[in-house]
């Protein structure tokens, strides 16, 4: 069984600071790797993905992989109150088939 | 304006009834992939097509059934053989980005509840 795990949660950062979130996988052969921001009662939005070993930035958010220890992170930088959400880690295996981790809660204090 | 839609929003369902959840996308996308969510979980996927009159079951397919006639259709029922519907359930799309690699993107949601 392919197996994406997350930090249990809830995170709580101060507004400004630097929230880490992090993100294991069971499964080698993984391609693609994807973290979705899903506010309460909303579907998934995509925002970043990164599919080779080291950091990919995109404004206020890092994301960064490491193969050998099969581990993907995301940094969000300068955290703000809409950062409030729900993180998914998704991890690409066979057929495009996406597989998600549970899932962590963000809040930032204002 | 390109997108997925998924309808209806809300839904309720009696005891030992069928219902479908629609999902249409205007993307040109050939794969579609049906996922429930459960509060405090990740997505698991139900059911995924890649291609017109072909699908797949996903991890949790027992209780569920799709059809795929159509390219831009991907119509989910819930039969009554599932026993714990209740959750929302998301229909995505993919589309390839740069590098070739796959994206996948969700439809808004419809969340069904069991009276």
């Known amino acids: 069984q392919k197996e994406v795990e997350q930090n249990s949660g809830p995170l709580s950062v101060p507004e400004g600071a630097i929230a880490s979130l992090n993100c294991t996988y069971s499964d080698r052969g993984s391609q693609s790797f994807f973290w979705y921001r899903q506010y309460s009662g909303k579907s998934p939005e995509l925002i970043m993905f990164i599919y080779s070993n080291g950091d990919k930035e995109d404004g206020r958010f890092t994301a960064q992989l490491n193969k050998a220890s099969q581990y993907v992170s995301l940094l969000i930088r300068d955290s703000q109150p809409s950062d409030s959400a729900t993180y998914l880690c998704?991890?690409?295996?066979?057929?495009?088939?996406?597989?998600f981790g549970k899932g962590i809660t963000l809040s930032v204090r204002p | 304006d390109g997108g997925i839609t998924q309808s209806p929003k809300y839904l309720f369902r009696k005891e030992g009834q069928n219902v479908t959840l629609s999902c249409e996308q205007n993307?040109?996308?050939?794969?579609m992939y049906w996922y429930r969510q459960d509060p405090g979980q990740g997505l698991r996927l139900i059911y995924y097509?890649?291609?017109?009159?072909?699908?797949q079951k996903g991890d949790i397919a027992e209780g569920y059934s799709v059809s795929r006639e159509k390219k831009e259709s991907f119509p989910l029922t819930v039969t009554s053989a599932q026993k714990n519907p209740t959750a929302f359930y998301l229909c995505a799309s993919i589309s390839r980005g740069a590098g070739g690699f796959d994206e996948q993107f969700f439809g808004p949601g419809t969340r069904l509840t069991v009276l």
């Open positions: 097509s890649q291609i017109v009159n072909d699908f």
């Open positions: 993307l040109n996308h050939d794969a």
């Open positions: 998704a991890v690409t295996g066979a057929n495009s088939k996406l597989t």
